[in-house]
């Protein structure tokens, strides 16, 4: 068996265990997403990412990686995102099944997708394609951008990538005057880029900071980059742990 494929199976037989449960007698659905609950025959969702270029055996430079091999997120040293590796499985289940006295750290209250649209160049990301995206998964969700106290990143480390998000993210989510500051977290930071796995990575960081009620300092950030620090108006990424309340959103690209 390849390693990836035992690690999965590893990852996602640890993730049925902790939530209580188990695959025995039950309907189980790969890659099946929040999105898909309406099925009456979907009972629980187990999604997990490998690498494929990994599985493959290959991979190449595209000169989008850091000469430091690290995610600088928001640092105004960043040069690129370094590579991680990483096995990541979230289960998912119907409000209706969660039993009580069962484990549920958090509740999933909504999800959106959208795609970059025309911008200044293939590989330049999109602020206003991606400020359109949250404002869908308020609406999905049911949720004012006021309730949304923390967000986890796709902050890949690149100087152009990085205000560009936190930009869009301004945008859609500006708090009202008095309102606290919306944080912002970055698992690449913490992890490296687990690319295949890199979307649930940030969503387990943002289910854990819920949990724990607490933002995760942005790893390696040292002196922030000065269009960051521009776009980040109403919104803070420090290097400590601060106090969190209980609703949070993940932007991943």
């Not at 309730?147 to 152009?160: D, K, Y």
């Not at 400590?240 to 309340?245: E, G, M, S, V, Y």
């Amino acid at each position: 068996m390849d390693p990836q494929q035992r690690l999965l199976l590893e990852t996602a037989a640890g993730a049925l265990a902790d939530a209580g449960g188990g695959p025995g007698g039950s309907a189980v659905g790969v890659y099946v997403g929040c999105m898909y609950q309406e099925y009456v025959d979907v009972q629980v969702a187990a999604q997990g990412r490998v690498l494929p270029q990994a599985v493959v055996g290959s991979g190449l430079s595209f000169m989008a990686l850091s000469s430091v091999g690290r995610c600088r997120t928001f640092d105004a040293a960043a040069d690129g995102y370094g590579r991680g590796e990483g096995v990541a499985v979230m289960l998912l289940r119907p409000l209706g099944l969660v039993s009580e006295g069962g484990s549920m750290p958090v509740m999933m209250a909504g999800s959106a997708v959208n795609q970059d649209g025309r911008s200044s160049a293939l590989t330049a990301p999109n602020g206003p394609a991606q400020s359109a995206l949250v404002r869908a998964a308020l609406a999905s969700a049911a949720a004012s951008a006021d309730n949304v106290a923390c967000v986890s990143v796709h902050g890949t480390g690149t100087p152009l990538g990085d205000p560009i998000e936190v930009g869009a993210l301004r945008q859609a989510l500006d708090p009202a005057a008095g309102a606290p500051p919306l944080a912002l977290v970055s698992s690449k930071a913490c992890c490296g880029h687990t690319e295949g796995a890199a979307g649930l990575t940030g969503l387990l960081l943002t289910a854990a900071a819920l949990r724990e009620g607490a933002r995760p300092p942005v790893a390696h950030l040292r002196a922030l980059n000065p269009y960051v620090a521009t776009a980040l108006s109403g919104a803070t990424s420090g290097g400590t742990f601060a106090h969190l309340p209980r609703q949070a959103g993940a932007h991943k690209i």
